[in-house]
């Protein structure tokens, strides 16, 4: 808010030291010709003057001259100097000495001065500087029979000229400094609460008819209410293309063939839903607040979930519950943690849930992190299981649903969609308070096999905390296989796989594939190419370039794609120099060790490949070791010849369907890992085990070799798949599934 307004006034002062500017400079151009103009009368008028005077003198003095009579010149001279207060007279002869002058008469420096009049037979004047004073000395040359004897030089005193011009230069700067104080009073007066205030109150009332605050009637000051009209118009015509385009999309609901849109989703959800409200429940919140150099600032965590469910609450608005991690979070929430989101243009409710350092130890580090992500991963890291983690763990499940249990006290049938394995002992807290609600369940990574869950000791408890949903959902059908198999091994239950169901308590738990995708169209689609420089200012000036988006994560397999380019780069020696691999890798759960010891190898490895491959000009691995916006990603997205994702194992992996969203060109390869879910979405990929090296660096070559018909076939048929089946149908069909079962 300050920084804003020491803007505006910045803006102000601008302009108005502009203005003073410009009064500045015409009216100095002014006085300055005001000046010369001045100057050149006085000085004619002095030359006249001094020339009538010389030649009346030159009268009397010439017969006197002949007769050689000195004295008698000499007193011709003097009683002229005091008669016609001059500041000298002299007469000298044809070599320039001076035959008869008065006293102290000042004359030019150079004495030449009087000889060349002589020799050019023409009268000439010249300003002469003595004791601060000026002198104007008009010389005359003498005639005896038309020849040249000799000079004449009148002098007078011309420092009033001099006065006078002052004397313009100073008026000229008073009535400038008035002009200046008047002037910039007025435009600052002006352009601060005339043109400022309407621009500023326009702009709110724009901003209020955007979010439907308003009508659409955009209001300003009387002197800006033509364009506030026009103004006014075009809203009106958004608001009806608004309008038609919300009703084409409830038309087009029931039509399964057309694009999933943010406004189909919309409109959807009011036909499905009616006014019910829709809540969403997760670890990680989408907007982080945090302090960077004493000023709050936002950001977009990097995660799939976010980028999931994000475009989702934008369409729907409604509340979204999460942990408020940013360390500015409860400064830019109020006092029930509450605040409108996203903060450039709020669309719906971000409820931040606070927790202690003791609990995100446990709850969110310990059990959620060390233990059942390594459990549901098979990354062959080994998971950590201890009592400690586990009770801070059903605390924090306990206090997340306990939340969300006084944000419906008043709300009927509410519904919840649960997110991810940090959250799994929700949805049975949930039921047994209010069995009325409708939750689903969303388990973004993959679920194991029955037997590797086995191993993990509260493993009955988790899965009777899933079963109070009455739906769950998976990216594949594989994984809703395995979670049956294991419910079958673990839980009393009665289970229908004709309809994937599980009844236990009196309660029937639906299990079904929603393979998750990304909002596209939308953001992920550009309206404009990359920025060239991105790649330059990386130092990057390789022919190919290689890219790999991950979060700094042991599941995502950075290490064995680097080791995929190494073998590449021995088996084709010609790629040396020509390919560069930019691995953009945000730091993630920094606090785990097994974190930063990843992150250390994935340092580690690209080095040794640089060292042993790299030159002066060339590095095979460029390592760019932060989170990158969206915007930013694309453009790398799209500057790609290959997309590389090599996750050991990986729910579904968004960062392959933005790849593929983001190429309107229909060009790039993307190298897939067949063990992430993507790659049941992707067919147009080149399918690779991670863990062979050979195979990887095979894959490479095809994709780099690959010609562009090619590329367009396969991206096509990526990008069709992606815009069938994008975020805004993901949830449309969870939410259809889930609002049919009761
Ligand atoms: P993640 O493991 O976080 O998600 P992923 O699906 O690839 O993995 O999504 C990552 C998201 O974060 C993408 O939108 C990507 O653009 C972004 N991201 C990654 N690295 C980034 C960086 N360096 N800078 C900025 N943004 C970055 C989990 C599961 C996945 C599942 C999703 C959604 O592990 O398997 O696909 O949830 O269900």
């Known amino acids: 808010m300050f920084a804003g307004t020491m803007r505006r006034m910045r803006q102000v002062l601008f302009v108005t030291g502009g203005a003073v500017?410009?009064?500045?400079?015409?009216?100095?151009?002014?006085?300055?010709?005001?000046?010369?103009?001045?100057?050149?009368?006085?000085?004619?008028?002095?030359?006249?003057?001094?020339?009538?005077?010389?030649?009346?003198?030159?009268?009397?003095?010439?017969?006197?001259?002949?007769?050689?009579a000195t004295s008698t010149v000499q007193r011709v001279i003097d009683r002229f100097v005091s008669s016609e207060r001059l500041a000298g007279l002299g007469v000298f002869d044809n070599s320039g000495i001076a035959v008869a002058v008065s006293e102290d008469i000042?004359?030019?420096?150079?004495?030449?001065?009087?000889?060349?009049?002589?020799?050019?037979?023409?009268?000439?004047?010249?300003?002469?500087?003595?004791?601060?004073?000026?002198?104007?000395?008009?010389?005359?040359?003498?005639?005896?029979?038309?020849?040249?004897?000799?000079?004449?030089?009148?002098?007078?005193?011309?420092?009033?000229?001099?006065?006078?011009?002052?004397?313009?230069?100073?008026?000229?700067?008073?009535?400038?400094?008035?002009?200046?104080?008047?002037?910039?009073?007025?435009?600052?007066?002006?352009?601060?609460?005339?043109?400022?205030?309407?621009?500023?109150?326009?702009?709110?009332?724009?901003?209020?008819?955007?979010?439907?605050?308003?009508?659409?009637?955009?209001?300003?000051?009387?002197?800006?209410?033509?364009?506030?009209?026009?103004?006014?118009?075009?809203?009106?015509?958004?608001?009806?293309?608004?309008?038609?385009?919300?009703?084409?999309?409830?038309?087009?609901?029931?039509?399964i063939d057309s694009p999933w849109t943010?406004?189909?989703?919309?409109?959807?959800?009011?036909?499905?839903?009616?006014?019910?409200?829709?809540?969403?429940?997760?670890?990680?919140?989408?907007?982080?607040?945090?302090?960077?150099?004493?000023?709050?600032?936002?950001?977009?965590?990097?995660?799939?979930?976010?980028?999931?469910?994000?475009?989702?609450?934008?369409?729907?608005?409604?509340?979204?519950?999460?942990?408020?991690?940013?360390?500015?979070?409860?400064?830019?929430?109020?006092?029930?943690?509450?605040?409108?989101?996203?903060?450039?243009?709020?669309?719906?409710?971000?409820?931040?849930?606070?927790?202690?350092?003791?609990?995100?130890?446990?709850?969110y580090n310990g059990f959620s992190n060390d233990a059942l992500w390594p459990l549901c991963h098979m990354a062959h890291v080994r998971p950590q299981f201890r009592k400690e983690d586990w009770l801070e763990y059903r605390k924090v499940n306990g206090l997340f649903a306990k939340t969300f249990l006084e944000e419906v006290r008043h709300v009927e049938r509410p519904i919840v969609l649960v997110q991810d394995y940090h959250l799994a002992l929700v949805p049975a807290l949930?039921?047994?308070?209010?069995?009325?609600?409708?939750?689903?369940?969303?388990?973004?990574?993959?679920?194991?096999?029955?037997?590797?869950?086995?191993?993990?000791?509260?493993?009955?408890?988790?899965?009777?905390?899933?079963?109070g949903a009455d739906l769950i959902g998976f990216h594949t059908q594989q994984y809703c296989n395995n979670f049956m198999d294991t419910v079958a091994n673990e839980v009393e239950s009665r289970i229908d796989l004709e309809h994937f169901s599980v009844f236990h308590d009196d309660h029937q738990t639906f299990a079904k594939p929603f393979p998750v995708s990304i909002a596209y169209p939308g953001s992920a689609e550009a309206t404009e190419g990359p920025d060239p420089d991105v790649l330059e200012n990386l130092g990057i000036r390789s022919k190919n370039l290689l890219l790999g988006v991950d979060r700094l994560d042991y599941i995502k397999g950075i290490p064995e794609r680097f080791r995929g380019l190494e073998f590449l780069l021995d088996a084709y020696p010609q790629y040396r120099g020509k390919v560069t691999l930019l691995q953009i890798a945000s730091p993630t759960r920094g606090s785990l060790d097994k974190y930063g010891e990843y992150a250390n190898l994935v340092a580690a490895e690209t080095e040794r490949i640089n060292g042993k491959f790299g030159t002066r000009e060339w590095k095979p691995i460029v390592l760019e070791r932060r989170s990158y916006s969206h915007a930013e990603l694309r453009d790398l997205y799209q500057l790609a010849d290959v997309c590389l994702v090599t996750s050991l194992h990986d729910g579904m992996n968004l960062v392959a369907k933005e790849f593929a969203a983001a190429r309107g060109d229909e060009a790039g390869v993307l190298v897939l890992s067949q063990f992430a879910g993507a790659s049941r979405d992707l067919k147009g990929a080149l399918l690779i085990n991670p863990y062979s090296a050979e195979e990887t660096s095979a894959a490479l070559h095809t994709a780099l070799t690959m010609p562009k018909t090619e590329q367009h076939k396969r991206m096509k048929m990526m990008r069709t798949s992606v815009r069938d089946y994008n975020i805004y149908r993901w949830s449309a069909e969870l939410i259809k599934t889930l609002s049919q079962l009761g």
């Open 21 to 68: 500017l410009a009064v500045t400079v015409i009216v100095g151009l002014f006085a300055l010709n005001q000046a010369n103009q001045e100057q050149l009368e006085l000085t004619s008028r002095l030359q006249s003057r001094s020339q009538v005077l010389a030649d009346s003198l030159a009268e009397s003095i010439e017969p006197s001259y002949n007769t050689k």
């Open 262 to 363: 943010a406004e189909r989703l919309k409109e959807f959800i009011k036909a499905y839903l009616k006014d019910r409200p829709i809540f969403v429940l997760s670890n990680g919140e989408p907007y982080v607040n945090a302090k960077v150099k004493n000023k709050i600032e936002w950001r977009v965590p990097a995660g799939g979930v976010v980028t999931a469910i994000e475009p989702v609450m934008e369409a729907c608005g409604g509340t979204w519950i999460a942990y408020g991690s940013g360390d500015a979070d409860k400064e830019t929430a109020d006092a029930e943690g509450k605040l409108k989101v996203p903060p450039d243009e709020p669309k719906y409710t971000l409820k931040r849930v606070w927790l202690t350092p003791q609990e995100v130890k446990g709850y």
């Open 430 to 467: 949930i039921k047994k308070s209010r069995p009325d609600a409708q939750v689903a369940m969303f388990w973004h990574i993959p679920w194991p096999s029955a037997a590797q869950f086995n191993i993990c000791p509260w493993r009955k408890e988790l899965l009777e905390g899933m079963l």
């Open 106 to 255: 000042p004359l030019p420096e150079d004495a030449r001065f009087i000889t060349d009049v002589m020799d050019s037979d023409e009268p000439q004047g010249a300003f002469v500087r003595r004791d601060g004073e000026t002198y104007y000395t008009f010389v005359l040359p003498l005639h005896e029979n038309e020849r040249v004897v000799g000079a004449l030089a009148v002098v007078q005193n011309a420092t009033y000229i001099d006065e006078s011009i002052g004397t313009i230069w100073r008026d000229n700067l008073i009535r400038l400094l008035f002009q200046v104080i008047v002037f910039a009073g007025a435009i600052f007066v002006l352009v601060r609460w005339v043109f400022h205030r309407s621009i500023s109150k326009m702009v709110k009332s724009l901003q209020s008819v955007r979010k439907g605050e308003k009508s659409d009637t955009v209001s300003g000051s009387s002197f800006f209410e033509p364009l506030a009209g026009e103004i006014s118009k075009v809203t009106k015509s958004l608001h009806q293309a608004r309008h038609s385009a919300s009703e084409e999309a409830r038309m087009r609901l029931e039509k």
